[in-house]
């Protein structure tokens, strides 16, 4: 069963705009979130967390939301460069979603 | 630290072959994982050791599929026979207990193509 999910396969935005990256999740005993980047022919890289007791982290151009009682948490990146352009995943914990890929015109 | 090392980085091999994928985990994380990448499922966990110990192979697909950590510094995924139905993206992943959010640290990848 799936307990991380990544609706949007993908998404495309131009530069200087923001990206907004979505998840849901089922487990609700998720102690953290986290987003990994991933590029070709790499591994995923952490990029940025979130506590559950939290609603917010911020990290420079990032910022991820987490609304509880949606079981739902989003990735903001302002403003949106093209060196962005990757594969982001979203997990709870171990648990990962199948990501979304991210495409950031010039 | 070099980071997780896998090796190897692409194997190629026919149907019912034995196929042993290996991973170095960073020094001193006492967990490691075990994932497979596809297009339908995203990153799968396999399963995932702590203090070389297994923890939880519910991800394990069939009984195909094995795993070891003799030690602290190796691990092994095995898949034998292999089906064309395995072939995918294979990353190992490892983390220390202390490490703050949970973050794991993910090696190159295993791309394994089973014709």
């Known amino acids: 069963d799936q307990q991380v999910k990544q609706n949007s396969p993908s998404l495309s935005v131009q530069e200087g705009r923001i990206s907004i990256l979505n998840c849901d999740y089922t487990?609700?005993?998720?102690?953290?979130f986290l987003w990994y980047k991933k590029y070709p022919a790499e591994g995923p890289t952490f990029l940025i967390s979130?506590?559950?007791?939290?609603d917010k982290n911020e990290d420079g151009r990032f910022t991820v939301f987490l609304n509880k009682s949606a079981k739902h948490l989003s990735l903001h990146i302002v403003p949106s460069q093209p060196g962005d352009s990757a594969v982001y995943f979203c997990a709870g914990d171990m648990r990962f979603g199948a990501g979304t890929r991210l495409t950031v015109k010039p | 630290d070099a980071g997780v090392i896998q090796s190897p980085r692409h194997e190629v091999t026919e149907m019912g072959q034995e196929v042993t994928l290996r991973c170095k985990p960073i020094?001193?994380?006492?967990?490691l994982f075990w994932y497979r990448q596809t297009m339908m499922r995203g990153l799968e966990l396999l399963i995932y050791?702590?203090?070389?110990?297994?923890?939880?192979d519910s991800g394990m697909p069939e009984d195909r599929f094995s795993a070891k950590m003799p030690n602290a510094s190796f691990s092994t995924l095995k898949i034998q026979p292999s089906e064309p139905r395995d072939s995918a993206v294979y990353f190992c992943?490892?983390?220390?207990?202390?490490?703050?959010?949970?973050?794991?640290?993910f090696g190159p990848g295993t791309r394994l193509t089973v014709l």
């Open positions: 050791f702590n203090n070389n110990v297994p923890i939880d």
């Open positions: 020094s001193g994380h006492d967990y």
């Open positions: 979130i506590s559950s007791i939290k």
């Open positions: 487990n609700s005993m998720f102690d953290y």
């Open positions: 992943a490892s983390r220390s207990r202390g490490t703050l959010g949970h973050t794991q640290y």
